[in-house]
């Protein structure tokens, strides 16, 4: 069966410091990738998807994600974070051609401001 | 309406009892999911409506589950004799028949079983 893991389940850091989400995922044919973010106390957002083309694809507030497909990863990146990137963080990997979504565990994100 | 819209917000429930739970989706999306969330997990998929079938209902975790979905819009989850496992916050989302635009997904109902 299809998974998705997410290896970092908190992360704290501070304000203007780099973060790195890792998504590693196991199926082997073509997939579109999604991360996602829930924000303390509002639903799951789409923050940034990849479906084809430049495997390092950019989203909403400055975060970007890079698709390694020889890694079977999709790790989301920001240089530098603020305290408003609080959150929890999910990735999200479905079959091409198929709208079922498989999420990761996900990961929360404090910021210190 | 313009978002995913799910009733109650918060639901408290006795253990034994059956609860509903309900999701209207975006208009016009055919598509509609739902997913629970456990304190501590990750979201677990439950099951999936295409228009008013349900091609993969892989995920509902004992026939205590079901839902149904009509007139390709409102979905109503039912837990039938609820147990305390069940608490969660249950998740529902809808999409076009394209994924290309991902799920828009509710507020989400927080179930508890006491």
């Known amino acids: 069966a299809q998974s998705v893991s997410q290896h970092n389940h908190h992360v704290i850091l501070s304000e203007a410091a780099s973060l790195e989400l890792g998504c590693n995922y196991s199926y082997g044919g073509t997939v579109n990738l999604f991360w996602y973010v829930q924000y303390p106390g509002q639903h799951l957002q789409l923050l940034l998807k990849y479906f084809s083309g430049d495997p390092l694809v950019k989203g909403i507030k400055g975060f970007e994600a890079e698709f390694i497909k020889s890694k079977f990863s999709f790790n989301l990146r920001k240089p530098s974070v603020q305290w408003s990137d609080t959150a929890e963080y999910f990735c999200?990997?479905?079959?091409?051609?198929?709208?079922?979504?498989?999420f990761g565990g996900g990961t929360r994100v404090l910021v210190k401001p | 309406g313009a978002g995913v819209s799910q009733s109650p917000s918060n639901k408290v429930t006795e253990k034994g009892k059956d609860v509903e739970l309900r999701c209207d989706p975006i208009?016009?999306?055919?598509?509609l999911y739902w997913y629970r969330q456990s304190l501590g997990q990750g979201l677990e998929f439950l099951i999936y409506f295409q228009g008013n079938s349900a091609p993969d209902k892989s995920g509902l975790p004992s026939d205590r589950f079901s839902a149904e979905r009509t007139g390709g819009s409102v979905s109503t989850l039912t837990i039938q004799r609820t147990q305390q496992e069940d608490s969660a916050v249950y998740l529902c989302?809808?999409?076009?028949?394209?994924?290309?635009?991902?799920?828009?997904f509710g507020s989400g109902t927080r179930l508890t079983v006491v």
């Open positions: 999200a990997v479905s079959k091409a051609a198929v709208n079922k979504l498989t």
């Open positions: 989302a809808s999409s076009s028949r394209d994924i290309y635009y991902g799920y828009t």
């Open positions: 208009s016009g999306h055919t598509a």
